[in-house]
């Protein structure tokens, strides 16, 4: 047993390891319950399995197939975005669909149907997986797509790595013609604007999501900086070159994990008026490289140690169009008076196209992604209270964020999981499942409750 945390670094658990190098093994028979492992970028537990054995699938990191001139990628379920990204970018295609960071694999995109800045155009990473192969801890191996074993293609895109280990995938990839893009800032007064601009911006940009002041309040409640961009064309007209090309990925990193106090209303206030008023003054539109537009934060090295020890834990909710605007507006106010800043806060649109995954997470709507140190019951307070306003909106809360989900909210949110509970592999488990889904094992061994920290 070792202690293991996720990137929201909360909670910490005992659990084994095991390591795979060779997608034609079976899964291993261990003691307990098992559960794939990717790079760990899962905010809370549901990449965690807490008195049993994760299975680290970085050794499946290999490249199968790849048609330049399709753009059809096959590879292990280890291999990164980041790899995918070297490979296919110099060769004219890009990502159909990517999260906030390169650096997961292949396997915890499907296992969390990822989304990104083009959900109103692309939908989910799903949406873009033509097969994979799903072994099951009995030595059965399934081909799962839309046509084959397609009830097993919608409960493993979203199934949190519960129904098997995938092994290997094959992605449909987007062509680009260089690796620019071409973005926009519009900064908007509250969140009346950001519904506002949101809407112009669909119908003419691939990607879209904002940046939110989680501390304004009032009259500029909402206010923030909302970021739209398209890849750019072959040719485009002569537009400023943004210097973070330059710089990106230059080795910044957060080397100690900082004092619990160094997250304050003081100094989030002074780095949102900062940011804001920045942002407002540089050039738009403006050419980006695809790094820094997609992956900001990649740029800084342990970026996740600037809520100190105890770590943070992120609440990212959907609300539907209907109740959107009394919903949103309630949450602000909440994390705003709420005395526990949101350092990060983001804000974007989900659109209408379904996802193949039965509990995936993205529905038609607007999401809010806000996070929070770690400091306790006052932290979770917060955190449930936001729960409630979601559920009574009738939306739903991310299971890859989510590190405090109770069962009946998990029931709430994903209406399928009675369907999908059939289709978990008896061997698979994890943290997260077992707390929302108490019923499905008995209850957790003293290893498995969560490592205490001070």
Request: glycine share 10%; charged share 20%.
């Amino acid at each position: 047993m070792s202690t293991s945390d996720s990137w929201g670094r909360f909670p910490r658990v005992e659990q084994r390891t095991r390591a795979l190098a060779w997608r034609s093994d079976a899964v291993p028979q261990v003691e307990g319950s098992v559960l794939p492992h990717g790079l760990g970028r899962s905010y809370g537990d549901s990449c965690l399995n807490g008195g049993g054995t994760v299975l680290l699938t970085a050794g499946l990191d290999r490249l199968i197939d790849f048609d330049p001139t399709t753009g059809v990628v096959r590879c292990e379920s280890g291999v990164s975005l980041d790899t995918l990204l070297r490979l296919a970018v110099p060769r004219g295609w890009f990502l159909p669909v990517t999260p906030g960071t390169k650096f997961v694999t292949v396997g915890g995109a499907i296992a969390n149907d990822v989304h990104g800045k083009n959900h109103h155009r692309a939908g989910t990473f799903g949406r873009h997986v033509r097969r994979f192969e799903l072994v099951r801890s009995d030595g059965s191996r399934r081909m799962c797509a839309p046509d084959e074993n397609p009830d097993w293609f919608g409960a493993t895109i979203g199934g949190l790595g519960l129904t098997g280990l995938v092994t290997w995938a094959e992605v449909q990839l987007k062509p680009i013609r260089n690796p620019f893009v071409i973005q926009e800032t519009v900064p908007f007064e509250n969140l009346d604007g950001f519904i506002r601009v949101s809407a112009e911006s669909e119908a003419d940009h691939d990607f879209t999501m904002s940046w939110v002041d989680c501390l304004a309040r009032g009259r500029k409640l909402g206010r923030g900086l909302f970021y739209r961009g398209n890849f750019a064309p072959t040719q485009f007209e002569r537009l400023p070159l943004s210097k973070s090309h330059l710089s990106h990925g230059s080795g910044l990193a957060v080397p100690i994990d900082l004092p619990g106090f160094c997250l304050n209303r003081l100094s989030v206030s002074a780095f949102n008026f900062l940011y804001y008023h920045r942002e407002r003054m540089k050039p738009s539109p403006r050419l980006v490289h695809y790094d820094p537009f997609f992956y900001p934060l990649d740029s800084v090295y342990g970026w996740n140690r600037i809520y100190g020890r105890r770590g943070f834990l992120q609440f990212q909710c959907v609300v539907p169009h209907a109740t959107a605007r009394d919903a949103l507006r309630e949450l602000l106010e909440r994390s705003a008076r709420g005395g526990l800043p949101s350092f990060l806060s983001v804000l974007k649109t989900f659109g209408d196209l379904p996802s193949p995954g039965w509990l995936s997470f993205p529905r038609p709507g607007y999401t809010l992604a806000l996070d929070f140190a770690n400091q306790g019951e006052k932290t979770w307070k917060l955190v449930e209270s936001l729960d409630r306003v979601t559920r009574e909106a009738g939306g739903a809360v991310y299971p890859a964020k989510d590190a405090r989900m109770s069962p009946e909210s998990f029931a709430a949110y994903f209406p399928k999981r009675e369907q999908f509970s059939a289709y978990v592999d008896p061997a698979f488990s994890s943290s997260f499942w077992r707390r929302v889904n108490p019923a499905s094992l008995p209850l957790p061994s003293l290893e498995d409750r969560q490592v205490a920290i001070p």
